[in-house]
């Protein structure tokens, strides 16, 4: 199943929507109507966590089981936005040094400037903020006096059941779906908060900065999230190809180990990036990001973002 948060200027509220195989898409609540089904309003409104729990989540499918049968109008696309999938996140952690080849380039970046970067033992990670969160069509908005924007794809996993020290073997039972990020970075910024040995705050999250989407694809979709192509394009050259199966702390391992926090219902991990960025390339400044360029960022099974930089 697939599910996708829309919006229209002036409009009440989001909406959920289903997503078809063809890609029309209709309103929860439309369908939960025309199917005289009485839904609660919380099951069709992104910005609740109900229906990302499991019995959200249930009740979704049953309703989309139904759609043969619905009469429904699919929306007129054009009329609406997407938004990302999860609008505020109460927790969005972000992994670091996750893809052994984005390991490696980083230790070559890094003995340039005399520091030895060590294969990672344990996951490590940042924290990103909900409000650099923007839909899967939105535009990357370069901060003023930057130049030095850099891109990274990366496999969201959206929580669902709450997690509190679970194990790994239980770990993907608290995950609600998936979803496409690309977390985007001021590099300088960063390697000044690097050096600086404080941690990665400003750099990766200016406003849109973290486009997600195309929307959630519940994990039923997903027989193994480590078998999911990884691919970003910056007009339609490939800057990164892999397969999550190249990841050093895989998914489940990953929300295992974070759960020590606390996951609560909507919170996001983005689980790290391949090789190929911009920074690692020996002409950076000819690879960062620039105004009117399109980064089109996919995952087999999960869509496409496409975002125009400005």
């Not at 496409?180 to 900065?209: H, S, W, Y």
């Not at 996919?298 to 400005?310: A, F, H, P, Q, S």
């Amino acid at each position: 199943m697939r599910l996708a948060n829309l919006w229209q200027p002036g409009g009440e509220r989001n909406q959920l929507a289903f997503v078809e195989d063809e890609g029309a898409m209709r309103l929860v609540k439309d369908v939960a109507a025309t199917l005289a089904v009485n839904l609660d309003d919380a099951l069709s409104d992104p910005s609740t966590p109900d229906w990302l729990m499991p019995e959200g989540l249930a009740r979704l499918e049953d309703l989309e089981a139904q759609l043969p049968r619905a009469g429904a109008v699919p929306v007129d696309i054009t009329t609406w936005r997407q938004g990302p999938p999860v609008t505020k996140p109460g927790k969005i952690i972000a992994a670091g040094r996750n893809y052994m080849d984005h390991v490696r380039e980083g230790q070559e970046i890094w003995a340039k400037r005399g520091k030895k970067i060590e294969i990672p033992t344990f996951p490590t990670a940042f924290t990103k903020f909900s409000s650099s969160l923007s839909g899967p069509y939105d535009d990357i908005l370069i901060p003023d006096g930057i130049d030095d924007v850099d891109y990274e794809i990366e496999l969201a996993v959206i929580i669902g059941l709450p997690a509190l020290d679970v194990s790994i073997k239980q770990a993907l039972d608290h995950v609600a779906g998936y979803a496409i990020c690309n977390d985007v970075a001021a590099r300088g910024i960063q390697r000044r908060e690097m050096e600086a040995q404080i941690g990665i705050t400003l750099a990766k999250n200016f406003p849109t900065f973290s486009p997600m989407g195309p929307w959630l694809t519940t994990t039923g979709a997903i027989s193994d999230p480590q078998d999911l192509q990884v691919t970003l394009e910056v007009d339609g050259e490939i800057r990164q190809d892999a397969n999550t199966v190249d990841m050093i702390f895989p998914v489940a391992e990953l929300v295992s180990y974070w759960s020590r926090t606390g996951l609560e219902t909507g919170d996001i991990l983005i689980t790290g990036t391949p090789s190929g960025v911009a920074l690692a390339r020996d002409e950076p400044e000819r690879y960062y990001l620039r105004s009117g360029q399109l980064v089109t960022a996919r995952i087999d099974k999960l869509g496409e973002l496409r975002n125009l930089v400005r």
